[in-house]
């Protein structure tokens, strides 16, 4: 199966993948297995960076550490909202095969959101580490940052 971007996404990820692949299964252009097969695919990569990033033991904000957390703690607090609504999409779409089409809308309107929210965040963290950089171009010690 041929990948598009979806809206929001602007370029071809899995979440625009599995966006894709929803409004294909929705028009009849894509069958069930099809569909289980993008949808097992975007699970283990969810899976995999949860387990990356040791998310079912504790949130982003919580694994920082604390020179981290005191300078990024409210966008980290953002990302981990985002991926609570990740949570809640890839819940949504375990349930498609019981649910069927409601499920599937729910799964795509949880996607979406987890898209924005979590380039929303991440646009915010870029800008809060960009400030980091002296205007003559010099480091300010961003990356010296004490670990406890």
């Known amino acids: 199966m041929e990948h598009e971007p979806v809206p929001p996404v602007?370029?071809?990820?899995h979440?625009?993948?599995?966006?894709?692949?929803?409004?294909?299964?929705?028009?009849?252009?894509?069958?069930?297995?099809a569909f289980y097969?993008?949808?097992?695919?975007?699970?283990?990569?969810?899976?995999?960076?949860?387990q990356r990033w040791k998310l079912s033991e504790r949130s982003l904000l919580e694994s920082a550490n604390p020179a981290i957390r005191d300078?990024?703690?409210?966008?980290?607090e953002e990302l981990d909202q985002a991926l609570g609504i990740g949570y809640g999409a890839v819940e949504a779409l375990e349930a498609v095969s019981?649910?069927?089409?409601?499920?599937?809308?729910?799964?795509?309107?949880?996607?979406?959101?987890f898209y924005q929210s979590s380039c929303a965040a991440s646009?915010?963290?870029?800008?809060?580490?960009?400030?980091f950089h002296e205007s003559d171009g010099r480091d300010s010690g961003l990356l010296n940052l004490p670990t406890v």
């Open 10 to 13: 602007s370029t071809v990820n």
């Open 98 to 113: 019981s649910q069927g089409f409601e499920a599937l809308s729910q799964a795509q309107d949880s996607l979406r959101s």
């Open 15 to 33: 979440v625009s993948q599995m966006l894709y692949a929803c409004e294909l299964l929705e028009a009849g252009e894509l069958d069930e297995d």
């Open 37 to 50: 097969d993008v949808t097992a695919a975007f699970l283990d990569k969810f899976e995999v960076f949860s």
């Open 71 to 76: 300078k990024f703690g409210a966008v980290l």
């Open 123 to 131: 646009a915010k963290l870029f800008e809060q580490l960009d400030s």
